[in-house]
T-cell receptor
Framework: AQSVSQHNHHVILSEAASLELGCNYSYGGTVNLFWYVQYPGQHLQLLLK??????LVKGIKGFEAEFIKSKFSFNLRKPSVQWSDTAEYFC????????????FGQGTTLQVKP | NAGVTQTPKFQVLKTGQSMTLQCAQD?????MSWYRQDPGMGLRLIHY???????DQGEVPNGYNVSRSTTEDFPLRLLSAAPSQTSVYFC??????????????FGPGTRLTVL
């Protein structure tokens, strides 16, 4: 079955620490990959996405993600987190065979301590 | 542009009651969808639509109905509310279902409690 897994459910970091959130998806052919963020009390916003080309994708607010096809992974990274990055992060995948259907991971709650 | 709007923001229902969650977008997006968000489960797709007059089921469609009579509106109907439907509901839209115009824009959500 097509699925997405986020390994870290709750991450606590201090400001200026580096961040890496894991995301793996099950095999299903060509994929489009997304990371969304949900700040407290707000709705989901797109951080970045990959659909073709350079597997290293840069998004907003200093986030980036790398698509590693051989590992079915799309991990999210940020070199130095800020308190304002406290939020819930969702990885999502759209399989080409499932046009229109976006499958989300369980989400990772990031808490950044000032 | 207002983007994706949802009403109401909060709703409390009794078991067995019916109601409609409203969703509208003013971006002329063809693709619209409904998700529910539950703790530890991420977002799960309920129903989606690739254009006016066309709808299809997602991952968790039972207990919900949708219709798409216009491009702008995509209401979600709960036929007979159950406590298991207590959740936060998000509506989303995108220009199309294909890249690169398939980025989904989300509404602010409706928090529903069924007693």
């Amino acid at each position: 079955a097509q699925s997405v897994s986020q390994h870290n459910h709750h991450v606590i970091l201090s400001e200026a620490a580096s961040l890496e959130l894991g995301c793996n998806y099950s095999y299903g052919g060509t994929v489009n990959l997304f990371w969304y963020v949900q700040y407290p009390g707000q709705h989901l916003q797109l951080l970045l996405k990959y659909f073709s080309g350079d597997p290293l994708v840069k998004g907003i607010k200093g986030f980036e993600a790398e698509f590693i096809k051989s590992k079915f992974s799309f991990n999210l990274r940020k070199p130095s987190v800020q308190w304002s990055d406290t939020a819930e992060y969702f990885c999502a995948v759209k399989y080409s065979s499932n046009t229109g259907k976006l499958i989300f991971g369980q989400g990772t709650t990031l808490q950044v301590k000032p | 542009n207002a983007g994706v709007t949802q009403t109401p923001k909060f709703q409390v229902l009794k078991t067995g009651q019916s109601m409609t969650l409203q969703c509208a977008q003013d971006m002329n997006h063809e693709y619209m969808s409904w998700y529910r968000q539950d703790p530890g489960m991420g977002l799960r797709l309920i129903h989606y639509s690739v254009g006016a007059g066309i709808t299809d089921q997602g991952e968790v469609p039972n207990g919900y109905n949708v219709s798409r009579s216009t491009t702008e509106d995509f209401p979600l109907r709960l036929l007979s509310a159950a406590p298991s439907q207590t959740s936060v509901y998000f509506c989303a839209s995108s220009y199309s279902g294909l890249p690169p115009t398939d980025t989904q824009y989300f509404g602010p959500g409706t928090r529903l409690t069924v007693l």
